[in-house]
């Protein structure tokens, strides 16, 4: 990431920018750390589910220590941490935390 930070910094080869080129160059730089920071967080996924396997706890949710089955992992990679059912509690907990969030900022 500092690399990619570097040389967008220096405009290696790319002169004098005008202000339509520095946006578009903005914008790749922001296009590539994200693309950094989705594969940076591919990789955490992947350590983690190594330790888990090292561990022996590979497969079973975090939740309810039930066996996570393969239907609740999108393939080909598994790198789901709950059961289904577990899963969805969480989501429906999440929604209505958003829910009542955006009411409260909509109140004020």
Do not use: W
Not at 9 to 25: F, H, N, P, Q, T
Not at 98 to 107: D, H, T
Request: charged content about 35%.
């Amino acid at each position: 990431m500092r690399d990619v930070r570097a040389e967008g910094a220096k405009g290696e080869g790319m002169g004098v920018l005008d202000a339509a080129e520095a946006s578009e160059a903005d914008i790749q730089d922001d296009i590539e750390f994200a693309l950094i920071q989705m594969k940076s967080e591919t990789l955490h996924k992947i350590e983690e589910a190594l330790l888990r396997h090292a561990e022996g706890t590979y497969g079973n949710c975090f939740e309810c220590g039930d066996e996570i089955s393969e239907a609740s992992s999108p393939p080909p990679c598994r790198f789901a941490v709950r059961c289904k059912d577990c899963e969805e509690e969480r989501e429906v907990v999440e929604r209505r935390e958003r829910q009542l969030s955006q009411r409260r900022s909509s109140g004020s």
